[in-house]
């Protein structure tokens, strides 16, 4: 069983920057892609970012310039760098991994609060 422990949320002022990390229980070379998520109080959970096993990703057009994923192999880990956060950035992040195919399995992480002040 594949296990994602999310760290490096925490409270921050707009404008400030946070480094959101997930480190995955095996090699993440078995997952087809691996990201980010968010939710909001009141509101939806909402994809953040992607990246792809070849290594492309996708942004939401609310964090584009601002949020990048990337992943280290060598440490099974995805992060999130966060700059430029927003008050509307505040919510729980969850990591996000995800086996395509016939056995698809959707891996989640329990989550990480961002918090941005004003």
């Known amino acids: 069983q594949v296990q994602l422990v999310e760290s490096g949320g925490g409270l921050v002022q707009a404008g400030g920057s946070l480094r959101l990390s997930c480190a995955a229980s095996g090699s993440i070379f078995s997952f087809d892609y691996m990201g980010w998520y968010r939710q909001a109080p009141g509101k939806e959970r909402e994809l953040v970012a992607r990246?792809?096993?070849?290594?492309?990703?996708i942004h939401i057009d609310s964090v584009k310039g601002r949020f990048t994923v990337s992943t280290d192999n060598a440490k099974n880990t995805v992060y999130l760098q966060m700059s430029s956060l927003k008050p509307e950035d505040t919510a729980v992040y969850y990591c996000?991994?995800?086996?395509?195919?016939?056995?698809?399995?959707?891996?989640w992480g329990k989550g990480t609060l961002v918090t941005v002040s004003s």
């Open positions: 990246i792809f096993k070849g290594g492309s990703t």
């Open positions: 996000n991994a995800v086996i395509g195919g016939k056995n698809a399995m959707n891996y």
